[in-house]
């Protein structure tokens, strides 16, 4: 029978084998966990991007070598700091506000921010996920941020590009219509010349008074034709005013018949198929007529020298699932649609020509013409709508713009020229400031204003106005000012009087579009008339004022 020591010593050894049993397991753990942490520190420093992971608190479990160079600092020195002991406090505080953020929700995390680096400004794309044990709790994040700040040049510059393109292509064609428009406008003053001149002899010889009137119709229906055209030149150039609201586009190609006139072959037999009743579409009107003015242009130039036939159709379309032969790898969202369709009997295009067709600068033209199709179709584009495409070489070419219906009656665009006329008994009286400095407007202005009844006072400058107003304010009972001056703009003016009377009638006139003054005349007391005007239309404009 053993006795007490012999049963302690195997008591002592079995307790030393057990012992050296955990010992082991704590060893193979432990050696699991050094080869766990080198595969996970393998992995990030592998990551050619900034990757690092933190624990709950925020410290820093591992980082890789390209979040050490960006911090400037040794990687093991960053071990157990948090970004307050590395970044500045701004940046420090939102990063961990981000991590919280993935800690509470769950979630993973991405961002695109820009960081100021002295007076460098880089752009991050930064991603954070949770970090789960076992068990499912959530005991860290690892996160991973990729300078991407050559890629948001990258693209600023391309932007920019694209828009000194537009810019060239816009004046390139602006100089096609030019001439155009010149081309009319000179056929316009042989008419207005020659009825001047027989004006002229038949007041000499006395003739019948009918037959002075109907050459003097015919001078201000030139006139008015005139006036038309140099408003569609201004619209067309759209003076860099984005004016998105309901338009129908049969109106706008009604309103730009005169324009296209003057803008293609000779040889050229337009057709139009436009559909009554077209729903409008919400869309920048400049914009929408230089997408017209180039698919026109574009079919008129596919003609070459030959006579031929353009058609124009209007329509609309339900998109369900895709479109056949629509350009460009986005599809159109289901919906209903406004076509517009422009369809030569041209030329048409090689298989190699329509690959290249939407290309930035690419032309078939000696010379560049146009705003190009690429930038048609970053317009169409810009407005939820698609492109599609069909031609045979030798045969002709369709292009079909689709624009997402507004799903409402388009409005009728309204001229200065047909709104309702006041009645022609109406007359003025008080004393009227006219400011212009063209000598021929302020000669012919005083005398209509005149003939309605009011006294005249017209100056040359914006200083004579302001010396004037000042010398004869309390008798003053409105202001006609034009805004563009040598000295003084109209707008400094205005600015001026209002300081003086806040309550003077002011009717501001210019060349330009209403657009151009929209900021002066949302005021009361403040209304807009563009240059050139019919008399009726002078007197709508000092009635409406003047109550």
């Known amino acids: 029978m053993p006795d007490a020591s012999t049963s302690g010593v195997v008591e002592l050894s079995a307790r030393v084998l057990e012992l050296e049993q955990r010992l082991s397991q704590l060893a193979d753990a432990e050696e699991q966990l050094s080869g ?19 624990n709950t608190r925020g410290a820093f479990l591992a980082v890789n070598e390209g979040f050490a160079r960006a911090c400037g600092q040794e990687r093991v020195d960053i071990l157990g700091k948090t970004d307050r002991d590395i970044w500045p406090l701004e940046h420090a505080e939102r ?50 941020a990729r300078d991407i700040t050559d890629r948001k040049r990258a693209e600023e510059q391309r ?46 010889r006395g003739e019948d008074p009918k037959v002075i009137v109907g050459r003097v119709t015919d001078i201000k229906n030139a006139a008015l034709h005139a006036a038309g055209l140099t408003t569609q030149m201004l619209a067309y150039s759209g003076r860099g005013h984005f004016d ?6 049969n109106e706008m190609i009604h309103g730009m018949g005169h324009l296209l006139g003057a803008s293609i072959s000779k040889k050229a037999h337009v057709h139009y198929e436009l559909w009554p009743g077209l729903p409008a579409v919400q869309a920048d009107v400049a914009q929408m007529r230089q997408v017209i003015m180039n698919l026109i242009t574009n079919a008129s130039d596919a003609l070459e020298d030959h006579t031929g036939t353009i058609l124009i159709r209007t329509g609309t ?16 969202a289901a919906g209903n649609y406004v076509f517009l369709e422009v369809s030569d009997d041209g030329c048409g295009m090689t298989d190699d020509t329509r690959a290249r067709l939407f290309e930035p600068f690419f032309t078939t033209k ?23 495409l069909r031609t045979t070489p030798g045969e002709g070419t369709t292009i079909k713009v689709l624009l997402p219906s507004a799903d409402l009656p388009a409005p009728a665009l309204e001229s ?91 009717l501001l006139c210019s060349g330009y579009s209403e657009e151009d003054a929209s900021q002066w005349i949302s005021r009361q007391g403040t209304s807009f008339l563009q240059k050139p005007y019919p008399f009726d239309l002078l007197k709508t404009r000092l009635r409406d004022l003047l109550g």
């Open 416 to 506: 200065d020229f047909t709104r309702p006329r006041p009645n022609a008994e109406w007359t003025g009286s008080g004393l009227v400031l006219l400011v212009d400095d063209d000598e021929r407007v302020r000669v012919v202005t005083e005398l209509l204003l005149r003939s309605i009844g009011f006294d005249v006072l017209a100056v040359a400058t914006g200083h004579q106005a302001l010396r004037e107003f000042d010398r004869r304010a309390d008798d003053l009972r409105l202001v006609m000012l034009d805004l563009t001056m040598p000295d003084l703009g109209g707008d400094q003016v205005l600015s001026e009087l209002r300081k003086r009377r806040a309550d003077v009638p002011v």
């Open 95 to 144: 990063y961990m506000a981000d991590d919280l953020r993935v800690i509470a929700s769950g979630e993973k995390f991405f961002v695109e921010e820009p960081i100021k680096e002295g007076s460098d400004i880089k752009w991050f794309e930064t991603f954070k996920t949770p970090i789960r044990n076992s068990k499912g709790l959530i005991i860290g994040t690892v996160g991973l």
């Open 366 to 388: 000696f010379t560049g013409r146009g705003l190009g199709l690429s930038t048609v179709q970053g317009i169409v584009r810009g407005h939820g709508g698609g492109i599609a």
């Open 244 to 249: 998105v609201r309901p338009i129908s586009i």
């Open 159 to 204: 932007r920019q590009l694209e828009r000194r393109m537009q810019e060239t292509q816009k004046l390139e064609s602006l100089g096609v219509l030019a001439g155009g428009i010149a081309h009319d406008f000179n056929n316009l003053l042989v008419g207005v010349l020659a009825n001047a001149d027989l004006v002229l002899e038949s007041v000499e």
């Open 317 to 332: 379309a339900t998109i369900r699932d895709s479109v056949y032969d629509l350009y460009g790898p986005t599809p159109l």
């Open 36 to 54: 766990a942490k080198a595969q996970a520190q393998a992995l990030l420093d592998n990551i050619p991007h900034m990757a690092w992971m933190k």
